[in-house]
């Protein structure tokens, strides 16, 4: 990623927390806290792990001028494909919620890019070959596994030709039984001394923090499980009219903490690219 395309991620998360509160509905939790997650190094979802950006570069330099964002939960992904980008690609982002298209407008607009973006459930989302690649990340496990297959064959419609479906998902079991308490008990926390640790300043008092946080956790903690291993996530992309090309395995830098217990859950993540 170009230098002038890095993000202030302390000041990003500070917006997002002030943003959200306005903006969102049901997803004021994730879009508050995502910023600070990736400060605290507490997902291993974050974007700028070198694969993804350089296979997004090798796929726009072969002349695929369009490009759609499937989902941003912030600056990250508009900053990677900004960054991969060739001049005069045209990218789009398309969210259900105004929060993350804010700040990806005020990011653009510091940063002098063009891009659209497109205020739509992916439910209701229509399109006909109108780009060269779609670029979702993490974004299957918040869809209803009834209509995974309805969206990822909607990004097939949008495609053209000789586009491509580029995708990023995470493997792993549910948190249950042990895991569960050791979850419950330590999670809030470590995303709490990780941000101390990195004198990163809580947007509101610790005690109201604590408690999005907690709620949060309980948010994430039913999506965790979504995909229990690879092939499932395979059969989708298959029956939604896809081939395959090529699979990846994406490592995550985590802190300490958080790497220790997705190896409890065997946490996998993998990018794809795949034609219709």
């Known amino acids: 990623m170009a230098a002038s ?123 006909h070959s109108c780009y060269d690649i779609v670029f979702a990340h993490a974004l299957l496990q918040f869809i209803q596994s009834e209509f995974r297959i309805d969206v990822l064959s909607q990004f097939r419609r949008s495609l053209r030709p000789n586009g491509r479906l580029v995708i990023a998902f995470r493997t792993s079991s549910h948190i249950e039984g042990a895991l569960l308490h050791e979850y419950k008990d330590s999670y809030r926390k470590n995303i709490v001394e990780q941000l101390e640790f990195r004198n990163v300043e809580l947007p509101q008092p610790h005690k109201e923090f604590y408690r999005r946080l907690e709620e949060y956790s309980e948010e994430r903690r039913k999506r965790e499980g979504a995909h229990q291993g690879y092939e499932e996530v395979e059969g989708l992309i298959k029956t939604a009219g896809f081939e395959i090309e090529t699979t990846n395995p994406i490592e995550s830098e985590q802190s300490e903490p958080f790497r220790r217990f997705a190896a409890k859950i065997q946490k996998r993540r993998f990018l794809v690219i795949a034609r219709p």
């Open 5 to 127: 395309l890095d993000e202030n991620l302390i000041a990003l998360a500070f917006e997002a927390y002030q943003i959200s509160d306005r903006l969102c509905g049901d997803c004021r939790n994730f879009h508050s806290l995502w910023p600070y997650l990736r400060l605290a190094k507490a997902s291993g979802g974050d974007v700028g792990e070198p694969l993804i950006g350089s296979t997004l570069k090798q796929l726009l330099l072969k002349g695929n001028r369009t490009i759609l964002v499937a989902g941003c939960a912030d600056t990250g992904l508009l900053a990677v494909v900004a960054g991969a980008a060739a001049p005069g690609t045209k990218i789009t982002l398309l969210d259900r919620c105004m929060t993350p298209l804010e700040l990806c407008r005020r990011f653009a607009q510091r940063r002098s890019l063009s891009i659209e973006t497109i205020h739509c459930d992916l439910m209701n989302f229509s399109a």
